[in-house]
């Protein structure tokens, strides 16, 4: 069932970025991909508990900070060590300027 | 010059040290790091292949060369120089390309990184595959002793094994057999602790194909009745190996353990220009654990940005040995000892517990 909550606003997130959005005791990750559009994630890498909002966003990778690895947060599809399981993504639309997440 | 345990240090990844680690939550604990604006340290970890394209074009001319000029002089004085130089790109800057690439930070392209990661990882008789996880490990949890992969001088120190490391002979006294064992499908308990079952085939047939080259290599210098071949593959690990044990040792040497500051287990010291090159930067040791992210070519702009908070950079790699020998020394008598780094007045603290230790009177008993 879905469940859409407002994570941020559309300017809230710099192209080619991600930042940190927590809700209901769960963390996650939002990001806009250099052609300006919007994705989530969980906001943890799935390899140890590094949250993935510090790390780098490059085209559609997003690399953690704590061991570099990489994973594809258009659909969270894991690189290759240390990171061997996917993270996963929640549905994302843009409504009157507003990033909503589908945490259903 | 403190202590932060009274407890004799297992190392075993699977030992009492392992239990306690995880117990008192020094196991991938939480780290301190220096505050740097988000902005800022996204520009600081921005990839570009420029920089390690040229250094790597440098570097293999480099090898090429100096493997030329042995061959050219083989049989005469002047294949010295030659071995010299030979060695020490084979024997010890391969470690800092398999340490960058490792992290996937010296070329922007996944690609190119992979590539270099296993020439330099073959170079240093080290399993990729092992030593990719056993360095995640590493950074998860530096010199926690019980869990940390590579912990290069454990207490109390043995000077006599650290003196021959310089020669290579302990380093190829490990792999080899090692590898040996991998490529025959066995890995050890401390191994499994720290590589994911999905992955551990993985670094069976690395070491298979690590232990196929050695084998051609050594039936060529048969076949043609030389060394030349053996000299250029598998020997620079004992002639070549000392540059990066010289600046590799300092990294953590002498310094805490069991402390999640990275301020307080890793040093920082300023090199001459050709050491940092063979090294890539890793001199900024204290910048590369608490900020991975950030690529070789950027952490002297790093280090200028978060010194503040950082203790005072070792100003040589002489002045470093001689702040560490005397604490070796008193560690093997009590190997709780270890030189507390001082952080400036403009650094924060964090976990002063981690500070205020002291056993200065135990030391002098």
């Known amino acids: 069932m879905a469940d859409w909550v407002e994570a941020c606003a559309v300017d809230d997130v710099d192209e080619e970025d991600v930042i940190r959005f927590d809700h209901g005791g769960r963390s996650f990750a939002i990001y806009r991909s250099p052609d300006d559009a919007f994705f989530a994630t969980d906001g943890f890498c799935t390899h140890e508990k590094a949250h993935l909002a510090d790390g780098l966003v490059m085209d559609d990778i997003i690399e953690c900070p704590k061991h570099n690895g990489r994973f594809n947060y258009k659909t969270g599809q894991a690189k290759g060590a240390p990171v061997c399981i996917n993270l996963k993504t929640y549905p994302v639309k843009i409504e009157a300027g507003k990033v909503m997440i589908d945490i259903g | ?365």
């Open chain 2, 1 to 365: 010059m403190t202590t932060a345990s009274s407890t004799k240090r297992d190392y075993s990844l699977v030992g009492e040290s392992t239990r306690r680690a995880i117990e008192t939550g020094l196991a991938s604990a939480e780290w301190y790091h220096t505050d740097v604006p988000r902005k800022t340290m996204k520009e600081l970890m921005q990839r570009s292949d420029g920089p390690a394209i040229r250094d790597t074009i440098i570097w293999i001319a480099a090898v090429l060369g100096s493997a030329l000029g042995i061959v050219w002089f083989w049989g005469t004085w002047w294949v010295v120089p030659f071995l010299f130089v030979y060695g020490v790109l084979y024997g010890s800057s391969s470690d800092s390309r398999w340490h960058e690439c490792g992290h996937g930070t010296a070329f922007r392209t996944r690609w190119m990184n992979d590539v270099v990661y296993h020439i330099a990882s073959f170079m240093l008789m080290r399993n990729p595959v092992q030593w990719r996880w056993s360095h995640a490990r590493h950074h998860t949890d530096t010199i926690i002793v019980g869990r940390d992969a590579e912990i290069a001088v454990m207490r109390p120190p043995d000077l006599l094994k650290a003196a021959l490391a310089f020669t290579g002979i302990l380093d190829i006294r490990y792999s080899l057999p090692t590898l040996l064992r991998q490529a025959f499908g066995t890995l050890s308990e401390d191994e499994k602790s720290y590589i994911p079952q999905m992955e551990q085939h993985k670094a069976v047939i690395a070491a298979r194909w690590h232990m196929v080259v050695y084998a051609a290599t050594i039936t060529v210098a048969i076949a043609l009745g030389s060394w030349i071949p053996l000299v250029l593959i598998g020997l620079p690990r004992l002639y070549g190996t000392w540059h990066m044990v010289l600046t590799g040792l300092l990294q953590h040497i002498g310094l805490a353990d069991n402390v999640t500051d990275h301020r307080l287990n890793t040093r920082t010291v300023y090199m001459n220009p050709v050491s940092r090159f063979i090294y890539w930067n890793m001199n900024y040791h204290v910048e590369h654990h608490m900020f991975p992210m950030v690529p070789y070519h950027a952490l002297p702009k790093l280090h200028e940005l978060i010194k503040h908070d950082l203790p005072v950079a070792n100003p040589s790699m002489w002045h470093a040995y001689r702040e560490v020998w005397p604490v070796l020394l008193k560690q093997l008598k009590y190997e709780d000892f270890y030189l507390k780094r001082e952080l400036p007045p403009t650094a924060k603290p964090y976990r002063g517990e981690f500070h205020d230790l002291d056993i200065t009177a135990a030391a002098a008993e």
